[in-house]
Nanobody, 122 residues
Framework: QVQLVESGGGLVQAGGSLRLSCAASGRTFGRGAVGWFRQAPGKEREIVAGISLSGGSTYYADSVKGRFTISRDNAKNTIYLQMNSLKPEDTAVYYC???????????????WGQGTQVTVAS
């Protein structure tokens, strides 16, 4: 029922910034939670950040604290991930996903977008 589409990925130099967007269709945000995940070649999919759509509680992985900011615009059915001070190790496919509660484990999310590639050049 929930469809998610990521956009905003691309190629940037180390130290640069990108803003990813996750747009939902078929419904409006207001309940549940959205998480941003990433997966690099040869590595497991991992949580980057998450946000509750109602209460606004957030979670950040230690590796991105102080550099990434997750936010939401419920009226636009959109979730954002502002990524600053990007490092080569941030290179991955980034996915947004929807759950009925803020969680950190990928298997707890029922709906996923197609992913958007982020490449950070050294």
């Amino acid at each position: 029922q929930v469809q998610l589409v990521e956009s905003g990925g691309g190629l940037v130099q180390a130290g640069g910034s990108l803003r990813l967007s996750c747009a939902a269709s078929g419904r409006t945000f207001g309940r549940g939670a959205v998480g941003w995940f990433r997966q690099a070649p040869g590595k497991e999919r991992e949580i980057v950040a998450g946000i509750s759509l109602s209460g606004g509680s957030t979670y950040y992985a230690d590796s991105v604290k102080g550099r990434f900011t997750i936010s939401r615009d419920n009226a636009k059915n959109t979730i954002y991930l502002q990524m600053n001070s990007l490092k080569p190790e941030d290179t991955a496919v980034y996915y947004c996903a929807y759950s009925n509660f803020l969680r950190t484990v990928p298997t707890e999310y029922a709906y996923w977008g197609q992913g958007t590639q982020v490449t950070v050049a050294s």
